[in-house]
């Protein structure tokens, strides 16, 4: 069984920011602007898989099945 991780931008019009809603355990990323967001997000996804999924034995053995990075704006 795989299971597919995923990170969305969300836009805060309020707040001027993109903030992420993600199912990857410890990952929280805010931003200015959406390329920004991306560069952050590329960056402590598979950072946070590895120390939070993979280290702690919730996944077996191996490398990232899937992973994906979603826009949404709101």
């Given amino acids: 069984m795989s299971t597919t991780y995923?990170?969305?931008a969300v836009w805060?019009?309020?707040?001027?920011v993109y903030y992420s809603e993600s199912n990857i355990p410890g990952l929280v990323?805010?931003?200015?602007t959406l390329a920004e967001f991306v560069a952050i997000a590329e960056e402590l996804a598979p950072e946070m898989l590895r120390d939070?999924?993979?280290?702690?034995g919730r996944v077996?053995?191996?490398?990232?099945?899937a992973a994906e990075l979603r826009y949404a704006l709101a």
């Fill in 12 to 16: 805060d019009a309020e707040a001027s």
């Fill in 6 to 8: 995923y990170v969305n």
């Fill in 52 to 56: 939070n999924v993979f280290s702690v």
């Fill in 29 to 32: 990323v805010e931003a200015d």
């Fill in 60 to 65: 077996g053995q191996g490398s990232i099945a």
